[in-house]
């Protein structure tokens, strides 16, 4: 299939293309040759809300289906200003030269206010957006919780199907649930800066303990002495938690995104982590659990979804926010009151 089969001119006028709707055959023969107009397409239509979009969707990611799941996938997740898309610059073009053909899933704050992101992270990433072996997918989080996008699994298989084989999840940062990346990744690693002390202080628990690495970046000029000491510090830390993966040390590491020191030694770090975790059989375990966590996951979503779009929970929503706000009314009653009409709703309906 050619793009002159895919996009057409519109009355003749050059410069303005009409796209025809894709087929499940286009779609999938698109990914599988890794078109990567289809590519992003594809992701589009798995990112789609529209009720008219769903079956294809799932008849595309259903057909995809055997031919994802042979890459390494990696979450990667930092404080703001740690150098998370400098870092996966570096790490990228690295893994294209070594013969590896990497995706980056790069999702960006969606306002809570407006629903918009900027998408910018093809700007922060020109060297490894320029190389063909590379497909970079800015997409808005959506207000997701752990800053990925409710459709990220799906996006990683896809990207999967296409032929690459390293999966590189860069997340809005520390702050957000992170669990939710941790829920889709083989490995994950939590880059910090140089200093430690009071950073160390400000950074969850809940996040260190679900690190299989954590990287300290900057590492390079008058930060390398503090970096180093940063490591030492965030070793001692990590030395009294629990691994994160049955099997592997989490251990601490200095790199620089900006010179590519220690980047290299970070992806050995990940390659002695597939081998011993596939060898035991956590690799494949946590895979599995995976798949498991992907089906409540979409349950979750798809009951949200149907609580917030019946019509008595919309029209009720606005009045009894505002008697919670003027403490007229517990949030615990107010949650109550809201279930009952959802619930009321769908006895009348039959339970449809």
């Known amino acids: 299939m050619t793009r002159k089969q895919i996009d057409t001119p519109v009355n003749g006028m050059p410069g303005a ?3 025809r709707p894709l087929t499940q055959e286009d779609y ?13 397409r594809t992701i589009t239509l798995l990112e789609s809300n529209a009720p008219k979009d769903y079956d294809l969707a799932r008849q595309v990611l259903q057909a995809l289906l055997p031919k994802t799941g042979n890459s390494i996938r990696v979450g990667i997740t930092g ?18 030269d070594a013969g590896h053909r990497v995706a980056v899933l790069a999702v960006d704050p969606s306002s809570t206010i407006t629903r918009g ?41 896809v990207c999967e199907a296409a032929g690459y ?11 957000q649930n992170e669990g939710a990346v941790r829920a889709m990744v083989d490995f994950f690693l939590l880059m910090l800066l140089p200093g430690g002390g009071d950073e160390l202080q400000a950074i969850k628990r809940g996040v260190m303990e679900i690190a299989d690495a954590v990287a300290v970046n900057k590492a390079d000029g008058p930060n390398k002495e503090k970096a180093e000491l940063g490591r030492e510090e965030y070793a001692r830390a990590l030395h009294y938690l629990p691994p994160a993966t049955r ?22 770090l990940i390659e002695d982590f597939r081998r011993i975790t596939r060898s035991s059989g956590v690799f494949a375990e946590r895979r599995n659990r995976q798949q498991v966590d992907w089906v409540f996951t979409m349950i979750e979503d798809h009951l949200k979804e149907s609580f917030f779009e019946d019509p008595q929970v919309k029209a009720e929503i606005p009045a009894i926010t505002q008697q919670v706000m003027k403490d007229e009314l517990l949030p615990t009653s ?19």
């Open 17 to 19: 293309i009409k796209r």
């Open 28 to 40: 999938v023969a698109g990914v599988l040759s890794n078109d990567r107009t289809i590519l992003g």
């Open 79 to 96: 404080v703001p200003g740690v150098g998370k898309s400098t870092f996966i610059e570096a790490l990228g073009c690295f893994l294209i």
């Open 117 to 157: 992101s900027i998408l910018g992270d093809k700007t922060r990433m020109e060297k490894l957006a320029a190389r063909p072996q590379c497909f970079i997918r800015p997409s808005p989080s959506g207000g997701t919780l752990g800053g990925v996008t409710r459709k990220t699994r799906e996006t990683i298989r």
């Open 165 to 175: 084989d390293v999966i590189l999840v860069e997340t809005i940062g520390v702050g």
């Open 247 to 268: 099997g592997w040390q989490t251990g601490a590491y200095t790199c620089s995104a900006s010179t590519g020191a220690g980047v290299p030694e970070i992806w050995a």
């Open 334 to 352: 107010a949650a109550e009151r809201l279930l009952e009409l959802y619930y009321s709703t769908r006895e009348r309906s039959g339970g449809k």
